[in-house]
Nanobody
Framework: QVQLVESGGGLVQTGGSLRLSCAAS????????MGWFRQAPGKEREFVAGIVYNGAQTSYADFVKGRFRVSRDSIKNMVYLQMNSLEPEDTAIYYC????????????WGQGTQVTVSS
């Protein structure tokens, strides 16, 4: 089981930047891929970005490509989401999630951090 705690959300103007952090704890963390999801009011939770256990491969939703960057520090057990050129449409609660390499399900979730982009 993996425990996740997000931080770094806040209020930013259009075009601004934020960096979200996710602190992971638990055993065998290197056997987990990590991901970021978001959920806007009235909408379903959607995938934003993911990174494999050793950071060698990343994936992004089309709507954030070129603006967001996911990274991980396996020594510190941290995962980051650098968000640039933010738009009001990026306003949502952002969640960190973990998925075991032998699983297709995102089994562990953080409590979420609010990101609000003002126009």
């Amino acid at each position: 089981q993996v425990q996740l705690v997000e931080s770094g959300g806040g209020l930013v103007q259009t075009g601004g930047s934020l960096r979200l952090s996710c602190a992971a704890s638990g055993s065998n963390l290197l056997t987990y891929a990590m991901g970021w999801f978001r959920q806007a009011p009235g909408k379903e939770r959607e995938f934003v970005a993911g990174i494999v256990y050793n950071g060698a491969q990343t994936s992004y939703a089309d709507f954030v490509k070129g603006r967001f960057r996911v990274s991980r520090d396996s020594i510190k057990n941290m995962v980051y989401l650098q968000m640039n050129s933010l738009e009001p449409e990026d306003t949502a609660i952002y969640y960190c999630a973990a998925k075991h390499i032998k699983s297709t399900n995102w089994s562990s979730w953080g409590q979420g951090t609010q990101v609000t982009v003002s126009s």
